[in-house]
Each structure stands twice: as structure tokens, then as C-alpha cells.
């Protein structure tokens, strides 16, 4: 993937991708901000999900041992995995050993992180996403471009479109005529998914949130295909990040509080399946747990990056966002796009890679995405904590050298009197764009013009 920068200019010269990004995220903002008016608390619970976070992270190592603990005395079996290529191989083995050749999957963040997709089809495996918007995307051989929403930067007639061309390939066709009307199109994907749901005997999925005091897993979502998926196949592997542990079921209360006003802008998820361990005769015989790090100790070390752990993956903060609004999230080369996928693919994978050095600067620093996270992450902040990590990498001495000129003049008040005064004086010498490594910042905005007189010779003149 290109960097930030090269991706987001090609995506902005798309209108129709502008058009269907403007039109999704005004109206889930929208509705957000009249689901979150309702609770006079609002501010409180926000706080309340701030401090549960961090205390979690804080005592996390207690807190995994507690939930292993508690998943193994359920019947469930818990794997670590250290990284992306040791999730893979556990999945992968664990599938193997079923006998099986196919999984139904519930939408995940982790393991879209992981590429499990690709992994299991490289043992032959394949793997049916079944959530309506992943399922658009894997038809259209496409990426998501939400966190919420995969599919946002589609409209009805290109979903139409895929489903007419794309779905018999993997299954059962769409019907011979098909329109753009939503029920229509629902119901193709429900026919399509339904002989799937009825003989896949292996699920996967993440979880929102795991309790550990019990070892309860939560998933919520909107649609029922997840509950089929946690419920019909003999086995069930769970791929969850370790930052998803909440302690306690009190706890849990302000989490499904917070996400589904923040998500989808209800009171409460239509689907909010729970799960522990295994239960003869109902639900899946055998359970898998996986817990993965994949960059998530290293981001923990951070004191100041470390707020992205506390990420309940709501979305709102991509919903608010002039950068994500224009350029749409496969322009952030990442399965976390907007203003959280910035902060949190950094620190996941580092800042050395291109993709990864570009995207703390995908941002205005506009401060909205802090003013509507559920859990306060200051994303701002965490910005330009990165910044500074990338700029003290080689390659940006130019950049170093001229931050110091300007702290060096900006800490001497008559150095800085006399550097005004001579720009006043030389306004008209000034050119209109900046030469070199400058000039990328005035292809797109204007140079701002030096005023005739400093504000400190003015006031000097009127007013004293």
C-alpha cells in the first residue's frame, strides 16, 4: 500500500466515493448525537468506561490469567498467540484437526488484522464471512473501508451489481432479477447465507468483550448472523486481542451502554450473544479462546499510546472525521482506518514502514474524534506523540533542523522582534509557494501572507 499522503489524493478525485462517505457518516453522526442526548449521565458513563479501561490495563497480566482460568474450568481450551503468524497456525491447525474444509465467520477486527482469511485459504480452507456488509466485500474481492460499516463506500447499485455477478461463485445465486431495494438485497444475502449457516460444523469469531471474572465472551451485533454462527457449529474459535478483557460483569453494564449509542446510535445491540465455555447439548462441543498480543505489550508500554487499547471499536470517531469523510478508509492502507486506525496501527507494527510513518499525519487535529470517543481517548494527543517518533527516525533532519531554528528563535523575544520586523519589511519578496521538501504543503493551500506590521510593533505604537 502507498503511503497516506499518495493514497488519500488518488480516493479525494473519486465524487462518487466522496458522495457515499459524506452521505453515510452525516447520518450515522447524526443519529448518534440524538441517541446520546437522551442520558443526562452521558458524560459520567464516558468517564466511567475511561477508568474501567485503564485500571484493566493497568493489572491486565492479572486479569488474563484470571480469564484463562476461568475459560478452562468452563470446558473452553485457551491458545496465545504472540503474534499474526502464530494465530494463523493455530486456527489453522485447529480447523485441520476437525476434519472440516470450510468455517462460517462472525465479523472481526482481529482476525481481519491477521489476514486469516488468506491464511486458511492457503490450507486450503475456506472461510465465509457472514455479516452482510463483509460479506459485500468479500464478493467484490474488496477491503473494508469501516470499522462498523466495511461496505460504506458502496451504494445500492454497485451492492446490486456484486451480488448479480459474484454470488453463485460462492454459493447460492442471487435471484434472476434483483433491484437496488434493501429488502431485496437482504434477502439474497439471507437465502445465500442460510445453506451455509445450516452445514458449517466450524465458526470464527472475535468478541467485544471478555469477562474475567467468569470467562464470558460477548459479541453484539445487529443482524442474528453472529448468534448462528456462536450457536450452531460443533466448534467455535474465538480470536480476541487481550485489551478486550473487562473485569467484572459490573463493569460490563457501562460497556453495552456506551457501544451501541456510540455504534449505531440505539439504546441497546438487537443481538447481544454471551457465551462460557461449553454446555452439553447446546451450542458448539468444543470452544478455542485465542488470545492475541500482535503489538498490543509493546503499545501497553506506551504511557501515552497506550489510550488506543482502550478502543471499544464504536466508530465514531471515523463518523466525525473531515479527513476520513473526503478520503475514505482504504486510503489509511490499514483493517483499522480513521482517526483510531492513525494511533493504532503505529503501535501495533511500528513506525518503520511507509504506511505506518504516514499515518499520525493523517489528521487536522480538529479534536473531534476525542469529543465523541465513549472511552475519552485523546487522539490528538497520541498524534503527535507519533509525529515525534517519526520525525526523530532518519530521513527527517530537515525537518528537526528546522523545528530547532524555530525553537531556538521563538525563546528569544528581541531575536524574534527583529525576525518580524524583516518580514514585514521583505513581504513583497515573499513567493506565493514554499521551495523543496515545503512545497507539498502549498500545492493544496495557500501561503498565508506576512502582515505589514508585527502585532508587537502595533501594540507598541497604539498603546503604550
Sequence with gaps: MPAFPEAAARATRDARLRANLRHATHTIRDKRARAVAELADWEQLRAAGKAIKDHTLRRLDHYLVQVEEAVTAAGGTVHWAADAEEANRIVTGLVRATGEREVVKVKSMATQEIGLNEALAAEGITAYETDLAELIVQLGDDRPSHILVPAIHRNRGEIRRIFAERMAAWGRPAPEVLTDAPAELAEAARLHLREKFLRAQVAVSGANFIVAETGTLVVVESEGNGRMCLTLPRTLISVVGIEKVVPTW???????????????????????SLWT?????????????????????????????????????CSA????????????????????????????????????????????????????????????????????????????????????????????????????????????????????????????????????????????????????
Design 277 to 313: 465455555g461449553t454446555t452439553g447439548g447446546d451450542g458448539p462441543s468444543a470452544f478455542h479462546l485465542v488470545l492475541l498480543d500482535n503489538g498490543r505489550t509493546a503499545a501497553l508500554a506506551d504511557e501515552i499510546g497506550r489510550q488506543a487499547l482502550r478502543c471499544i471499536r
Design 317 to 464: 470517531c471515523l463518523n466525525v472525521c473531515p479527513v476520513y469523510e473526503r478520503a475514505g478508509g482504504h486510503a489509511y492502507g490499514s483493517v483499522y482506518p480513521g482517526p483510531i486506525g492513525a494511533i493504532l496501527t503505529p503501535q501495533l507494527h511500528g513506525t518503520a514502514g511507509t504506511v505506518e510513518a504516514s499515518l499520525p499525519f493523517a489528521s487536522s487535529l480538529c479534536g473531534a474524534c476525542y469529543e465523541v470517543c465513549p472511552v475519552a481517548i485523546d487522539i490528538p494527543e497520541v498524534l503527535v506523540h507519533l509525529r515525534e517518533q517519526v520525525v526523530r527516525r532518519p530521513g527527517h533532519r530537515l525537518e528537526r533542523a528546522a523545528v530547532a531554528a524555530a525553537g531556538y528563535v521563538l525563546d528569544r523575544p528581541a531575536l524574534l522582534a527583529a525576525a518580524e520586523r524583516a518580514l514585514a519589511r521583505s513581504r513583497r519578496l515573499h513567493p506565493r509557494r514554499l521551495p523543496g521538501p515545503g512545497r507539498a504543503w502549498t500545492d493544496t493551500r495557500d501561503l498565508p501572507q506576512v502582515p505589514a506590521e508585527s502585532f508587537r510593533d502595533w501594540w507598541r505604537r497604539n498603546r503604550t
Design 250 to 272: 459490573r463493569d460490563l453494564e457501562v460497556f453495552l451502554q456506551l457501544l451501541p449509542r456510540s455504534s449505531t446510535a440505539e439504546r441497546m445491540n438487537p443481538y447481544t
